[in-house]
């Protein structure tokens, strides 16, 4: 039993594939949360497929960003935040942290499955999005799409993470991620279309679906990146490190 | 200790009028049956077997009065020590919850950690573990300082946690390959299939951890937990919610692992568990370590306490010295 072992931890490479294969088997286990975030966009994209609801949302690609940003917002938010709330809860990172595996392990193996899950909800919504309005996109404009849903992922994420950070309970979380998740649907939806008035489209455009919504636009329409869209990119970016911070900041591994 | 689910194990000693009926009704026996012990070398023979008989009979063998022989025989010189834990103490906020707490374990010893709920058992624990920093004092698991090499230490380190805290919807065999692997063990499958063979798990390999029952939960619990071959075994509370059966199976395990010169330190209420796996115990309350011993000697040494004969119902048991010590008033 002693085995007086050498004193080093565990080959990385070992730890973060075991992570890795998990947290890959929960997520494919969890095809309630996994369908969910891929039917809210095609819901979307089914629902604005007349010209007047198209044209109302902006055009095609506004909707097809908006219908991608959906998804992520449900599935980062929804259940990314809520998953980690519940393991926390039932003590699952407390047991992970007990083995030799470093900390930062275990959360980066949970985001990346997620980043990934993000990517192939991404794409499903892209084919049937330009598929549905007739656009047709080179490859590169895919790999930008792609790119954008890993800003946009990171972005949700991130304000995902900070919810788990600021609230311990798992019932908090939940009620707090569903309340967050239909504001910004609603800030997104209306606010964008101008229904609210100039203030409200405003405040609706450079909220974080607004942005993703607009980054998605541009990068399907890439003739016309104006100054807005790296304005939009930037204020991507300062979401991501914002909520991050506070996420790693005030998380807590024990819900205790 | 072997796995003997089938024996008597009465909770008093024998006493001495019982022990010598038996030896009488034995002795009886073999004299009518034989020659009557006519060379020195049978009538060894003969107290040999008795003496065998006496021991099966009333199951001394893993009772304290030989774990405490077992307990005498490990010597705490540097080399033997795997646990050293010097003056520890934890605090949440302005709240003590451990404070200037000692002890160490030697190899293959198991140590037991008593005390009501909220005494600072897990908070020790939790320290030990790396999971908590602790306000003062220091950990050295075989040597390595657990708060300077917390990686290090984990890794030779077994934890078995109180509450079930694996993923849910992960299968028996995809938890046993994650902490494998998180240990830096890497099994292959047919490594994996004969131990969930010998943890008596290999039927349920592809049932969702949730869909187990509570033996089996907890002998998964361990087989994860001891997958590195660790120098040291952690185990709060683990036969807590477990049939007679799945304990006795436990407490089985707990022993082979000793046998392969692991150490352990286990938490408990249960004073039935002390007596028949640790060779030491420790009674902790409000932070302070309040003796360390082993449970027979634990008993002889408050057994004429006021305090301890206040809550004793005849003979004095662990349970008495442990309330006696620790008072009567239920904790939250």
Known sequence: MNSHQPAAGPPLRLVLSSLLRADFAVLLKNRRALLISTILPLFILFTTNSDKATKHFGGALFVIGLAIAYGLVSASILGYALAVARDREQGVFQRLRVTPAPTWTI????????????????????????????????????????????IG??????????????????????????????????????????????????????????????????????????????????????YIVVFAAIGVRWFQWDAR | ????????????????????????????????????????????????????????????????????????????????????????????????????????????????????NGAGKTSTLSAIEGLIKPESGAVFLDGVDVRIHPT??????????????????????QIARLYAGLYGVA????????????????????????????????????????????????????????????????????????QEGGSILLTTHSMEEVEAVCDRVAIIDHGTLLTTETPQNLIEKHRDDPAVRRVAHGEVTLEDVFIGLTGSAVRE
Request: hydrophobic share 45%; charged share 20%.
């Open chain 2, 187 to 258: 099994l292959s499958d047919d490594e994996l299939t004969k131990s969930l063979q010998e943890i008596g798990l290999e039927a349920e390999a592809s049932k969702p951890f949730k869909q187990l029952s509570g033996g089996q939960q907890q002998r998964l619990s361990l087989y994860v937990a001891v997958v590195h071959q660790p120098t040291l075994l952690l185990l709060d509370e683990p036969t807590s919610g477990l049939d007679p059966q799945s304990r006795r199976q436990l407490w089985g395990r707990i022993e082979h692992i000793r």
């Open chain 2, 152 to 173: 290090q230490a984990k890794a030779k380190l077994g934890v078995q946690l109180q509450a079930t805290s694996f993923q849910a919807q992960l299968t028996v065999k």
């Open chain 1, 107 to 150: 959360m980066t193996s949970r985001l990346a499955i997620q980043a990934l899950a993000n990517l192939l909800n991404t794409i499903i919504v892209v084919i049937v999005g330009t598929r549905l309005h007739h656009i047709s996109l080179s490859l590169g404009q895919y790999c930008l799409v792609l790119a954008v849903s890993v």
């Open chain 2, 1 to 116: 200790m072997s796995d003997r689910p089938e024996q008597v194990r009465p909770d008093r000693s024998p006493d001495r009028e019982s022990l010598a009926e038996l030896i009488a009704q034995e002795l009886s026996a073999r004299i009518s049956a034989r020659d009557p012990l006519a060379t020195v070398e049978q009538a060894r023979d003969v107290a040999t077997s008795i003496a065998d008989m006496v021991l099966d009979r009333f199951d001394v063998r893993s009772r304290p009065a030989v774990r405490a022989s077992h307990a005498a025989q490990v010597h705490m010189d540097d080399s033997s020590v795997i646990l050293d834990v010097r003056d520890l103490s934890v605090a949440y906020g302005a709240k003590k919850a451990v404070e200037g707490v000692s002890f160490q374990i030697a190899q293959a010893e198991i140590f037991g950690l008593l005390g009501p």
């Open chain 1, 153 to 238: 992922g990171a972005v949700f994420l991130s304000i995902g993470q900070a919810l788990v950070g600021l609230m311990k309970s798992a019932d908090s979380v939940n009620a707090a991620s569903r309340v967050l998740v239909i504001g910004l649907i609603l800030l997104g939806t209306f606010g964008q279309s101008g229904a609210l008035g100039a203030t409200w489209e405003s405040i609706a455009q450079w909220s974080p679906v607004g942005a993703v919504m607009t980054l998605f636009a541009a990068v399907l329409h890439l003739s016309s990146w104006y100054s807005h869209d790296t304005l939009t990119l930037l204020a991507c970016g300062g």
